[in-house]
């Protein structure tokens, strides 16, 4: 599975951007795909996710501002992000998990893309 991500950028607060993240490979085996961040100094931190059957989870401070959402025709994981904040300045790494045929698990990542907030 191949995961690259696109859509990051520079934007004011409360300003929106939509992240995508094109997936390629073994499709079919993605148990679930979701997006992280990762502010300087502080861990990587689940953002949102979304199973296979569309069930969607999101952390706290982003709930109600963020919304995870895949397109299966296109091959495409999205992040819409509205409302931002200072405090969402971060990269943010797309991620699939999923289980290959023989049982064999995977977590794959993106390259991560750089999404910068100005207060």
């Known amino acids: 599975v191949q995961l690259v991500e696109s859509g990051g950028g520079l934007v004011q607060a409360g300003g929106s951007l939509r992240l995508s993240c094109a997936v390629s490979g073994s499709i079919d085996t993605i148990n679930g795909m979701a997006w992280y961040r990762q502010a300087p100094g502080k861990q990587r931190e689940l953002v949102a996710r979304?199973?296979?059957?569309?069930?969607?989870n999101y952390a706290d401070s982003v709930k109600g501002r963020f919304i995870i959402s895949r397109d299966n025709t296109k091959n495409t994981l999205y992040l819409q992000m509205n409302n931002l904040e200072f405090e969402d300045t971060a990269v943010y790494y797309c991620?699939?998990?999923?289980?290959?045929?023989?049982?064999?698990?995977?977590?794959?990542w993106g390259q991560g893309t750089q999404v910068t907030v100005s207060s």
């Open positions: 979304i199973t296979s059957g569309s069930k969607t």
């Open positions: 991620n699939a998990d999923g289980t290959y045929l023989g049982g064999i698990t995977y977590d794959y």
